[in-house]
């Protein structure tokens, strides 16, 4: 009985600390204004192409379904996107480029995701809340460069892609400034 007991102790304790703590809520908890570098680098040699500061703002736009999405790499002009809630169930969230592209993403597990494709390249972006920080990744894939394999499965058709490049940062929250009082 008594090592049935420390059995069932074990395994609480395991459970305990192998538990991920829940996730901020989506975009609520992602709110505010962050900094950081992003490093791109090509995939297949690892070989660092550059490394570009970059700035995100997540900000409220219209109730909680609705929400400004502005990103900015380097100096570039910065980028005016929306997240739009298409579905709470989902969790299925448009990015609203607003020029009539509308990529769909899902946010699950502490992540938002999408995957599209923008001429021949496959991208796919992951933003994670992790510690506070934001962890942005981006990869991409050549789609005109992909290759059919698995010929000779009847009815199933497999490519495989080569890889582009990886943009990968982490953004920390920049403090907000009080407003000064006369």
Excluded: C
């Excluded at 192409?49 to 002009?77: C, E, H, N, W």
């Amino acid at each position: 009985m008594r090592h049935r007991f420390l059995i069932l102790l074990a395994i609480g304790a395991v459970e305990m600390l192998s538990a991920k703590p829940k996730p901020a809520p989506f975009p609520q908890g992602w709110s505010g204004n962050w900094q950081g570098q992003v490093w791109v680098r090509d995939i297949a040699t690892g070989r660092q192409l550059y490394l570009l500061p970059m700035k995100l703002s997540i900000s409220p736009s219209r109730g909680d379904s609705v929400y400004s999405f502005i990103m900015q790499y380097d100096t570039a002009t910065p980028r005016n996107y929306q997240l739009v809630l298409e579905d709470r169930a989902t969790n299925r969230w448009i990015t609203d480029e607003q020029n009539s592209i509308f990529l769909k993403g899902y946010y699950f597990d502490g992540h938002y995701v999408d995957l599209f494709q923008v001429n021949q390249s496959l991208l796919r972006t992951d933003f994670e809340l992790r510690n506070g920080q934001l962890v942005v990744r981006m990869e991409t894939w050549r789609e005109d460069r992909k290759e059919l394999t698995g010929t000779e499965i009847p009815d199933i058709t497999v490519y495989t892609y080569p890889p582009g490049t990886l943009q990968y940062g982490v953004l920390q929250r920049q403090k907000t400034k009080k407003a000064a009082r006369n």
